[in-house]
T-cell receptor, first 111, second 111 residues
């Protein structure tokens, strides 16, 4: 069964304290791995798509990387406005576009 | 920047009543989706829609659910006879390629 596991569940950082969020997946034949940001009471906001092991994408203070079994979202020198829940999702293979989501990592950045 | 919009933002209904949730996808997108998120749980896939027909549906999407694209801009989710367990955030998403862009959601509360 296709599964996505994110860790940690929650992370508290001081402003400027860099860290990484983990997304482990078991999918037979990954078509794509997606990172989203979700603010409370809002819809997921698209951040990155990764397709193959070794791929990296960057946007401001965020960098996403992918291996054959997991993805990391690195946050460099975070600011309070980076506080949100970060969701990882995988797209299963074959004739399906559905996204399978993890439970997310709730990030809080304190000034 | 184009975005997915959803109405209403919050819907309160009595158990057994019918509800229709509305979405306006991004205009040049061809693939449409509904997901739901029960409070504190994962985002779950409900249904995908392409070329005026359902392309895939989950086990959750039983006979009480239906989707429709009544015109060139709207995409709707109907729940015929709501149950208490249908209380959740419902998200519409649309895509042109792999990346799915989500709307802000409709919070459905079934009393």
């Amino acid at each position: 069964e296709d599964q996505v596991t994110q860790s940690p569940e929650a992370l508290r950082l001081q402003e400027g304290e860099s860290s990484s969020l983990n997304c482990s997946y078991t999918v037979s034949g990954l078509r794509g791995l997606f990172w989203y940001r979700q603010d409370p009471g809002k819809g997921p906001e698209f951040l990155f798509t990764l397709y193959s092991a070794g791929e990296e994408k960057e946007k401001e203070r965020l960098k996403a990387t992918l291996t054959k079994k997991e993805s990391f979202l690195h946050i460099t020198a975070p600011k309070p406005e980076d506080s949100a829940t970060y969701l990882c999702a995988v797209q299963a293979p074959r004739n399906t576009d559905k996204l399978i989501f993890g439970t997310g990592t709730r990030l809080q950045v304190f000034p | 920047e184009p975005e997915v919009t959803q109405t209403p933002s919050h819907q309160v209904t009595q158990m057994g009543q019918e509800v229709i949730l509305r979405c306006v996808p991004i205009s040049n997108h061809l693939y449409f989706y509904w997901y739901r998120q029960i409070l504190g749980q994962k985002v779950e896939f409900l249904v995908s829609f392409y070329n005026n027909e359902i392309s895939e549906k989950s086990e959750i999407f039983d006979d009480q659910f239906s989707v429709e694209r009544p015109d060139g801009s709207n995409f709707t989710l109907k729940i015929r006879s709501t149950k208490l367990e249908d209380s959740a955030m419902y998200f519409c998403a649309s895509s042109e390629n792999a990346e799915q862009f989500f709307g802000p959601g409709t919070r459905l509360t079934v009393l």
